[in-house]
């Protein structure tokens, strides 16, 4: 299957003479994803820094690199595919080199397991020489091979009644064996279980040791032990700093680490003209939805897993600078998700795991001067109710129709 970024990909950087970046979570199937390109090119070839003979070429004359394709071929289209080439010392300026040098004759990808974006430091600037993508999880979207929709015809669609059926054994499938395409496509439990467990201990023994050179590796890990049970809920750094019995700072670098390396990610709360606001802790999910037990915050992630994938695609191809935040007041009262398009609320979503009622008070009190939708997204299948313009509708219907 192609990826849904695809096309993407080709038409906004490749075709256009622009390096592409792919960055996003360990296993995601970046690798694989970056190769699916070499259909499209005559030439190709793929280089990871894990190489040893690779490691040597690029620390002594990446221009070097060069030499695998025929350049005489003048009309051939040229691939070369970088793995992980954040982790070598100095890689953005030779980087810079070699497509300054060879831009208009190779096209360039780039892959990595830790946000390329946050590299910046440093005199040079790749700015203007490259497109930055975001490659997430499998989504029930992607898996129905839907072709990704313009966020506002989306938007309106939602007003309509579903006119088919969405398979919610691939929602169920998705549920219980994450987005990550080893273990889904597996569907095996005990295979689901030893994948996870190798997972973390490669983002924390390797990525993180290689991003950071950190020496507490075995805190750190106890720490993402932590977090599974943070799932949902506004952060305390101050809490887990006691059961960790580190200093407050230390959890902090330890958890903007492992957010750069997409173990996690962040929701802050909106707070523009929301009167009464909650104005600091922002709540954390996991790409790997799996590790939550609790069959409510597991779904609630899955959600927000899905959600954000929608936001990242619809920024990185041009559609808006979209973002994703939640609502919450000091009065304790809260909506899941809050989907913001041009810093403007675009899209609430509470995801309920048994259908329930809407709680109109509440939603009315936290939405009051907002223009936009509110759905209720709830998990079991064939639900659909409009009342006083909120939605209710099942998750399989909800996911499909996003990236």
Known sequence: MKRYLYQAVLDLALKRKKMAWISGPRQVGKTFFSKQFKDFFEQSEYKNWDEADFRRLWTKSPNEIAKSFDLTLIHQKRLLILDEIHKAKGWKQKLKGLFDHFGDEISIVVTGSARLNIFKKGADSLMGRYLHFRLHPLSLGELNGNAPLDPDAWLRGLSKPPTHSISQKTLERLFRFSGFPEPYFAQDEKILSVWRRGRVEKIVREDLRDLSRLPELSQVEMLVSLLPSKIGSPLSVQSLREDLEVAHDTVKR???????????????????S?????????????????????PGSRYENMVAVHLLKACDYWTDTGHGNFQLYYLRNKEKQEIDFLVVKNRKPWLAVEAKYSDKAIQHKEVNQLLKGFDCKFVQVVYEDSIYRNHEEKLIMSANQFLAGLP
Not at 274 to 294: F, H, N, Q
């Open 254 to 272: 330890w958890l903007v680490y492992l957010n750069e390396l997409y173990y996690f990610f962040e929701i802050r709360p909106w707070t523009k």
């Open 274 to 294: 929301v009167a009464r606001s909650l104005k600091k802790e922002p709540k954390i999910y996991l790409y790997d939805w799996t590790e939550a037990e609790d």
